[in-house]
């Protein structure tokens, strides 16, 4: 069974095409600026030669069917027709209260990814987009939704509603939902199956430039750090994380702009780069940190303090925990963060081999030592292949 793994954003397109038998890539790329100038594809077919076309892309449409030209092409194709794709999977952001697990898509599926947009403006729109362009291209072919939201969804009550008037959760579904769920989903599964205990009590920490740290007991999501919105939680590469909303009000009255641009400012020049003025990128800061640069040292130094603050708070939550997880572009390569992480935990009893984690590099590795009261792993995120598990599950 080959299942073909659609991730849409508002300009862009990537894809994954996973053979299930087991659960190998034959080919996977990347379609960029779609709606403008400079529309490109990327296609990396596994074991033959790369290839990248630059091509006009007028909307998702066109980009679907270059993908699957490049997927079926003489040279650089893995398969001869899209006969041999038995279904798509589709990561889609936001399914507001209606779903908590992974869906076939139908007209009704589709009203409900439409009436989200408010909830999730940038990402829905271009989702749905993905899976008309693919029921156009594929006409009856199975179509899965698998929602960002859905592992969080399933965070009880009281983690779950903001201390504001319930009117709001009842006119606007105003809850908190998180985010990254299909990788904290991924992520804790592949650490329950290492410590082979059913209701491990795991802590997933996703470090990218968007970041999120998970909860759960046994595989079950118990709290997440993102809300309504990514905007919620740790610190990001541009994202304020937590704050107080008065922040908002004081800053819109002193520099005249409205809260949309305020949100703008918060979502997209805050996080380390609002704090460091030097980047976004974990790399870029930590080198003007070691170059002695106070405000790129300070927003390491904050950055760090809140994913062990967060840390504190679910172990409190779940009454203990039997297991921390790393992943994610900063998670599973600064080994330094990781170390400055763990420093914060000793008083878990969570010790770890400084050098095993300077070895661990984007792979699977368990970097605690022995006696350490608490397994501390770095496990890659792979959320396309849990989309293809996912899709494989429904059809
Ligand atoms: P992601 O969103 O998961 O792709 O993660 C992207 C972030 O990972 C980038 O902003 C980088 O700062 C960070 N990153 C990637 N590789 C490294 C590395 N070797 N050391 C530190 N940070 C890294």
Excluded: W
């Amino acid at each position: 069974m080959k299942i073909l793994v659609i991730n849409c954003g508002s300009s862009s397109l990537k894809y994954q095409l996973i053979d299930m038998e087991n659960e190998s890539v034959l080919a996977k790329g990347l379609c960029e600026r779609i709606g403008i100038e400079g529309s490109k594809l990327t296609h990396k077919p596994t074991g033959k030669e790369n290839y990248a076309i630059e091509t006009p892309m007028g909307d998702h449409k066109v980009a679907v069917q270059l993908v699957l030209d490049a997927l079926m092409d003489k040279e650089h194709g893995v398969i001869e027709s899209t006969e041999e794709i038995t279904a798509i999977g589709h990561r889609v952001l936001h399914a507001g209260t209606v779903y908590s697990d992974a869906t076939l898509i139908n007209e009704d599926v589709k009203k409900v990814i439409r009436d989200c947009f408010d909830l999730g403006p940038l990402h829905n729109p271009a989702n749905l987009i993905g899976i008309e362009a693919c029921e156009a291209a594929m006409p009856g072919k199975p179509n899965v939704a698998v929602f960002d939201t859905a592992f969080g969804m399933k965070i009880p009550e009281k983690a779950a509603m903001y201390a504001i008037p319930y009117e709001y959760y009842e006119k606007y579904s105003i809850r908190r939902y998180g985010f990254h769920g299909t990788s904290h989903m991924f992520v804790s599964g592949e650490t329950l199956k290492k410590i082979g205990k059913d209701a491990a009590k795991v802590i997933v920490c996703h470090l990218g430039n968007g970041a999120s740290i998970s909860a759960s007991i046994g595989g079950k999501c118990v709290d997440t750090s993102m809300g309504l919105t990514p905007l919620e939680g740790l610190i990001m590469g541009t994202r304020s994380g937590d704050l107080d909303p008065a922040v908002l009000q004081f800053i819109c009255n002193h520099e005249n702009i409205d809260v949309n641009e305020m949100l703008n400012i918060l979502n997209k020049k805050s996080g380390v780069l609002g704090m460091s003025g030097v980047s976004s990128d974990f790399r870029d800061v930590r080198e003007a940190a070691d170059a002695g640069n106070e405000r790129a040292i300070m927003a390491l130094d904050a950055y760090r303090y809140r994913v062990a603050k967060y840390i504190g708070s679910y172990t409190a939550a779940m009454n203990g925990v039997d297991a921390i997880t790393f992943t994610a572009g900063v998670g599973e390569n600064d080994t330094q963060m990781r170390e400055e992480i763990c420093e914060y935990l000793g008083y878990l009893g969570v010790k770890i081999d400084s050098e095993k984690n300077a070895q661990a590099r984007g792979k699977e590795e368990e970097i605690s030592t022995p006696d350490s009261k608490v397994k501390v792993y770095v496990i890659p995120t792979n959320e396309e292949l849990a989309i293809a598990r996912e899709t494989k599950a429904l059809v």
